[in-house]
């Protein structure tokens, strides 16, 4: 074939060789043009006729005006590849697939181009996925969230006696309901955290606001799930510290997650501290729990996806609190460690820049 003797040297007949194999036995549709983009050569994988054809032929499909305008500036840059990911298409040569679209250019020994090479990549499964796990999330936020807000808002509206009294025995099942239905709704806000960072939905909100407001504030929210184990938070605050610049939202979900895993882990009638203080430019949250140390192997992981130290829990849902944790933190800048402490059990820290 011409475009051989143009791309490869004729002594090398393995690259040549590696090179047949792929257009062979791969699932891409590998692409060889002139310098003009007329097409030489495709392995015929994704376009299935013999017709001549451009590049632009292909991408033209896609009636996309910068796709072109992309191309051309890539084709008069000192850049040597391009990638353009295409997902809405009309019916053209590719039958409405969504692509990548890989672009090289083929220079020889001195540096004179002599053509491109292009591969195209289905990515219909890609965006299947996408489009299953964006819904996903919707119903989350939605469908779940909302009727479990409802539930929890009216539940807490009948314990406070405001549709008249309830009686003690009665009071017992109903704050068990609505206990379980802020577990629900705490479980249900880290499976969507997990896949708003998988797809980089995440728009902080950030503003200057008392780290140890929030604490407090997250404290006298979980008490329903400290008395459960009979435990007590001790809140130790060191010297003046100054407002951090953080999505408030974000970080007490942090907060309600590294408070319920040291309950988790703590022994019953325990009490869980939370040490506050101002490291320069950092202000510094420690969580420690009153429980047994981790091995070294799980505590090296202990912020990955689904690892958890609990053996009592074996679900899904405990296994992203700490890496939900981690997450929203590098989001603020910020990083997270876990220590085991020699008079305790577990010791997690965060840190946050001070607002400037």
């Known amino acids: ?6 791309i490869f040297q004729k002594d090398n007949k393995f690259l040549q ?6 257009c062979k ?6 692409i060889i043009t002139d310098e003009k983009f007329n097409i030489v050569f495709h392995n015929s994988k994704l376009i299935t006729d013999n017709k001549k054809y451009t590049l632009f032929d292909i991408t033209e499909s896609f009636r996309n005006e910068n796709i072109r305008i992309n ?60 489009i299953q796990k964006e819904t996903f999330i919707d119903i989350i936020s939605h469908d779940l969230k909302n009727p479990m807000r409802a539930n929890i808002q009216i539940l807490e509206l009948i314990m406070k006696n405001k ?57 006298n929210n979980l008490t329903h799930f400290l008395d459960r184990k009979k435990q007590t938070i001790e809140l130790i605050v060191k010297g003046n510290l100054p407002d951090v610049i953080i999505d408030v939202d974000e970080m007490s979900k942090v907060v309600s997650n590294l408070i319920i895993n040291a309950s988790e882990q703590s022994v019953e009638n325990s009490k869980i501290k939370i ?14 729990d009153f429980g047994y140390p981790k091995k070294p192997e799980i505590l090296n992981g202990i912020f990955e996806e689904y690892i958890t130290c609990s053996n009592k829990f074996r679900k899904v849902g405990f296994g992203l609190e700490l890496y939900n944790c981690r997450k929203i933190i590098e989001a603020h800048n910020g990083f997270i460690s876990a220590r085991n402490d020699s008079n305790t059990g577990t010791s997690i820290t965060f840190s946050l820049p001070v607002a400037c």
Do not use: W
């Open 1 to 6: 074939m011409n475009f051989f003797t143009n």
């Open 17 to 22: 060789e590696i090179f047949l194999h792929l």
């Open 25 to 30: 036995y791969g699932n891409s549709e590998i």
């Open 71 to 130: 191309i051309e500036n890539f084709k008069n840059s000192e850049n040597n590849h391009i990638c353009l990911k295409l997902i809405f298409s009309d019916n053209g040569l590719l039958n409405n697939m969504p692509i990548d679209l890989h672009i090289c250019k083929i220079k020889n020994k001195k540096n004179k181009l002599q053509g491109y090479s292009a591969i195209i990549q289905d990515i219909s499964q890609e965006v299947r996925n996408r």
């Open 163 to 219: 549709f008249g009294k309830v009686e003690d025995n009665l009071k017992i099942v109903l704050d068990e309901l609505l206990n379980s239905c802020k577990f629900m709704n705490y479980m249900a806000d880290n499976l969507l955290i997990k896949y708003k960072n998988e797809f980089d939905l995440y728009e902080l909100q950030k503003q200057e606001y008392s780290i140890v407001s929030l604490i407090k504030d997250r404290c």
């Open 275 to 288: 040490e506050v203080e101002n490291n320069k430019k950092n202000i510094n949250v420690s969580i420690i």
